[in-house]
């Protein structure tokens, strides 16, 4: 009797087993039926390459579960449309964007087992302009980039399958490094700078952290301080590599309404209208991060960057522990002697390409490297580069020679460390140099 009790109730408990899994079938069919409905999400992922930024990925939420290998790049089309509202017309372009990787993966885009999440991995380049995230008029800002995903190849799994999905609400996005930066505004006077800034990880046993203040060119202007870490790779100052120099280092990146170089009587005349401002906002940075040790403060620039680079090392000698100007534009003619002497108590290192035409080096930093060694500084430095190309082996022009940046372009050699010399019989980088200074 007692078995036969114990067979009843396993036959019972397989019907309600089997009833189950049909029901879950039919949840899983009846989700995929609803997904033909747009109700899906799309969320982009910007990363700040040599050029500047784009759009390297889209990451959809299927609101469904689905194991990883059930989707190829073959398997969405993604067309994008890009804009910029500064423009009479904001249109800019609109076309299909090559998918290069696809793949299931969690809610940042991690690769995973199963996931409700795909990642559309798409091609990038310094001629590329769809995954462009910015456009430059007058000054760079960021673009529109509205996005149509559409399924064209189902997506099979156990449970069901899921077909003609086409997605066109965004999510947002991530910006990787610009959001682990700050921002702020200092106000010295009448006049008002905003301000991107990186604080490092608190390392044990570790008081002090060194500061490296990177200056914009003339594009980045305004008060939207994601774009001088953008638009010219900043962001790179923040990388586990050169963060890894310095073992950990606070980023400060100013940012002016205008221009550096916007002078007292004129563009570029040897002084700058935000020059107080700037230093005050360094003081006041340093005052209020206690970690940050005053023998260590590095500042650099790029073009309108480097020319304010230059005056503040001319006008508060002593107070860096080293400078790096980028195609500098403080002409040559405008430094005095008594300037030169004022500067040499800055270790120095320049960076210039010869084939730059919008700041010619042998205007503005050749002569005053010469000039500089004359007077005796002992401690600087030139990378004369003779053009920009990319050196990341990944583009390259029609006839397989390595792709050529704009000769103005020499920032990029700074942010991915490519400056070196010999310092007694060692090559050393331009970050082992910096790091290793110190008042």
């Not at 007077?375 to 600087?380: E, M, Q």
């Not at 050196?391 to 006839?399: E, M």
């Not at 050393?428 to 790091?435: C, D, K, Q, Y």
């Amino acid at each position: 009797m007692l078995k036969k009790m114990k067979k009843r109730v396993k036959s019972a408990m397989m019907v309600t087993f089997a009833a189950a899994m049909t029901f879950s079938f039919t949840i899983d069919a009846s989700a995929a039926k609803q997904l033909d409905t747009n109700s899906s999400t799309y969320r982009t992922v910007t990363e700040i390459e040599d050029w500047g930024a784009a759009i390297t990925k889209v990451i959809v939420d299927l609101n469904t579960p689905i194991p990883q290998n059930s989707v190829t790049k073959d398997t969405f089309n993604v067309h994008v449309k890009r804009s910029d509202s500064r423009l009479t017309n904001p249109f800019l372009e609109e076309r299909n964007r090559k998918v290069t990787n696809a793949y299931v993966s969690d809610a940042k885009g991690n690769p995973a087992v199963r996931g409700k999440y795909v990642v559309l991995e798409m091609e990038i380049g310094p001629t590329v302009s769809l995954g462009s995230a910015l456009n430059y008029y007058r000054f760079n800002d960021w673009v529109e980039s509205d996005y149509t995903i559409t399924q064209v190849k189902d997506i099979v799994y156990n449970s069901g399958k899921i077909s003609g999905l086409v997605v066109t609400s965004s999510d947002g996005g991530t910006r990787e490094l610009v959001d682990d930066f700050s921002s702020g505004s200092f106000t010295h006077e009448d006049t008002t700078l905003t301000f991107a800034n990186y604080e490092p990880q608190k390392t044990k046993g570790k008081e002090k952290n060194s500061l490296v203040i990177w200056l914009h060119g003339g594009g980045e202007g305004g008060t939207d301080t994601t774009i001088p870490l953008s638009a010219n790779k900043a962001t790179a100052f923040a990388s586990e590599e050169i963060q890894s120099y310095f073992d950990g280092a606070h980023v400060l990146v100013p940012q002016t309404p205008t221009r550096w170089m916007q002078g007292v009587s004129g563009s570029a005349d040897g002084t700058s209208i935000y020059q107080e401002s700037l230093m005050a906002l360094i003081e006041n940075y340093v005052a209020n991060h206690k970690d940050v040790d005053p023998d260590r403060i590095y500042i650099g620039g790029a073009s309108n960057g480097g020319y304010m680079t230059m005056l503040m090392v001319r006008d508060y000698p002593g107070y860096f522990a080293a400078a790096y100007p980028v195609c500098e534009g403080l002409n040559d003619t405008l430094i005095t002697d008594k300037d030169i002497q004022a500067l040499k108590q800055t270790p120095i290192w320049f960076v210039h390409a010869e084939n730059d035409t919008t700041l010619r080096p042998e205007q503005n930093t050749i002569p005053t490297y010469k000039r500089l060694l004359k007077a005796g500084a002992t401690n600087v430095h030139l990378s004369l580069f003779k053009d920009v190309h990319d050196t990341s082996g990944f583009y390259k022009n029609a006839d397989g020679t390595p792709y050529q940046y704009p000769g103005h372009w020499s920032w990029i050699y700074v942010y991915n460390n490519e400056p070196t010399t010999l310092i007694d019989g060692k090559t050393t980088t331009i970050m082992e140099w910096m790091a290793a200074q110190s008042k």
